[in-house]
């Protein structure tokens, strides 16, 4: 079956690709996908885009609407704070679960990956190194279904956490380093319940730092360029 059929192949790949624009900020929350020119750009139909935002759709990350085209997802105040304290609950889990498989190796590879974040960056690079960190603390989880689970969430409130990450300044760079430290010495203690603390902290603190700016939820984004 050709890409311009519309193989799984081809819809992947197309999926892929807005995942990655949309998780990077280059498509914003409440943007309009053009369809067409998308197709175009990628040297394919329609019918695997068509097939790539219903992917995209399931994982919360588009919107589609009837007689309207899609869009990229969006978030309300309510939305986030339920999606935080969900967030609060099913982390720690996953950690717990991972703890007990995560030896000096990983530990050594957080360390150099906090020392990183620390020594700076642009926000993209802080997005991408802070991502990884928290999923090595993960890396050692046997719950497939749990980890989809909070990936999916930490797709849904990418944006919001890179508006977190713009607007918390020294101070708050500051706190985030300093609970990645804790988080990072309470696994290398074996201390379940003190990482599992600061996790959930971390976390918190996030969602309650964005309670406080309620303009990132109203402002509209300028009409994206797919293409760019």
């Not at 957080?110 to 990183?116: E, G, K, M, P, V």
Request: glycine content about 6%.
């Amino acid at each position: 079956m050709s890409e311009t059929t519309g193989s799984p192949v081809a819809s992947q790949r197309v999926a892929e690709v807005l995942r990655e624009r949309i998780l990077s900020g280059r498509l914003r929350p409440g943007s309009r996908i053009k369809q067409d020119e998308l197709a175009e750009e990628l040297a394919t139909s329609r019918i695997p885009v068509r097939e790539a935002l219903r992917i995209l759709e399931t994982r919360g990350l588009v919107e589609v609407r009837s007689n309207s085209g899609a869009w990229v997802g969006q978030m309300d105040l309510h939305d986030l704070t339920m999606s935080y304290q969900i967030r609060e609950r099913i982390e720690p889990l996953l950690l717990a679960d991972s703890m007990p498989r995560l030896g000096e190796d990983d530990v050594s590879d957080l360390r150099d990956l906090q020392a990183r974040i620390e020594a700076g960056g642009d926000l993209e690079t802080f997005m991408v190194l802070d991502r990884e960190f928290h999923w090595r603390t993960y890396a050692g989880h046997r719950t497939p279904q749990l980890a989809g689970m909070i990936e999916r969430l930490w797709d849904t409130t990418q944006h919001y956490r890179r508006e977190f990450a713009r607007l918390m300044g020294a101070q708050g760079a500051w706190a985030v380093n300093a609970e990645h430290r804790l988080l990072v010495d309470a696994i290398a203690a074996r201390d379940e319940d003190t990482a599992c603390r600061v996790l959930a902290l971390h976390i918190q603190r996030t969602r309650t730092e964005l309670m406080r700016h309620p303009e990132v939820f109203t402002a509209r984004p300028a009409e994206p360029d797919p293409l760019s």
